[in-house]
């Protein structure tokens, strides 16, 4: 199973763009990128996901490399309220259509006023 | 409103004592997982099920037990063959049609500590 690196804590200006980087080098051909933030004891929260194309929602844009090894998800206008632990995940999709999760320790991304 | 609901919030145990801990979900979703959750740590998956009376274990299903007898529940009982059982425990569950996609919901969480 493909296993991420993301970097322990980052953080960014209120109103400006959160750049969090992931690297999933030996990730294989049928294996989606998720990203998910958890907020403080809560229950993680799904923000996007992507196979070889670029991504875009109403909460983030996931833009990932050509050779699907590393991966950014953009918060265009970081809030306070973005302040959350976001996990970089390698989903491998099983031949019985259930999958795995594997989740890292996650980037801390602090917003500063 | 749909969701996950997961009880109680917080559980306080004596060592030695099982706990089980409750997971409803009315999303009509056929998979659900548990997962725990250490201080400043991922999340690691401990039991899944993909359909009613089946259920797989994880990467750390010791001293864990779980059954699947209704599709909206997934109740998980730490039993005291666990040797670190304070942790903060996560239910989710997921729309198994949706192949390629299909994201997981989380409940709140359970936060058991063993005295």
């Known amino acids: 199973d493909a296993k991420t690196t993301q970097p322990p804590s980052m953080d960014c200006a209120e109103g400006r763009a959160a750049n969090l980087p992931c690297n999933h080098s030996?990730?294989?051909?049928?294996?989606?990128v998720y990203w998910y933030r958890q907020i403080h004891s809560q229950g993680p929260q799904y923000i996007i996901h992507?196979?070889?194309n670029n991504e875009t929602n109403e909460m983030a844009s996931l833009i990932i490399t050509e050779d699907r090894k590393s991966s950014t998800l953009i918060l265009p206008h970081a809030t306070l309220r973005d302040t959350a632990v976001y996990y970089c995940?390698?989903?491998?999709?099983?031949?019985?259509?259930?999958?795995?999760?594997?989740f890292g320790s996650g980037t801390r991304l602090l917003v500063r006023p | 409103d749909g969701g996950i609901t997961q009880s109680p919030k917080y559980l306080f145990r004596k060592e030695g004592q099982n706990v089980t801990l409750s997971c409803e979900q009315n999303?009509?979703?056929?998979?659900m997982y548990w997962y725990r959750q250490d201080p400043g740590q991922g999340l690691r998956l401990i039991y899944y099920?993909?359909?009613?009376?089946?259920?797989q274990k994880g990467d750390i299903a010791e001293g864990y037990s779980v059954s699947r007898e209704k599709k909206e529940s997934f109740p998980l009982t730490v039993t005291s063959a666990q040797k670190n059982p304070t942790a903060f425990y996560l239910c989710?569950?997921?729309?198994?049609?949706?192949?390629?996609?299909?994201?997981?919901?989380f409940g709140e969480g359970s936060r058991l500590t063993v005295l």
């Open positions: 989710a569950s997921r729309d198994r049609g949706l192949r390629g996609a299909g994201e997981l919901f």
């Open positions: 030996t990730i294989s051909g049928n294996e989606y």
């Open positions: 992507g196979l070889k």
């Open positions: 995940i390698v989903r491998l999709l099983l031949m019985d259509s259930s999958y795995k999760l594997i």
């Open positions: 999303l009509n979703h056929d998979a």
């Open positions: 099920s993909q359909i009613v009376n089946d259920f």
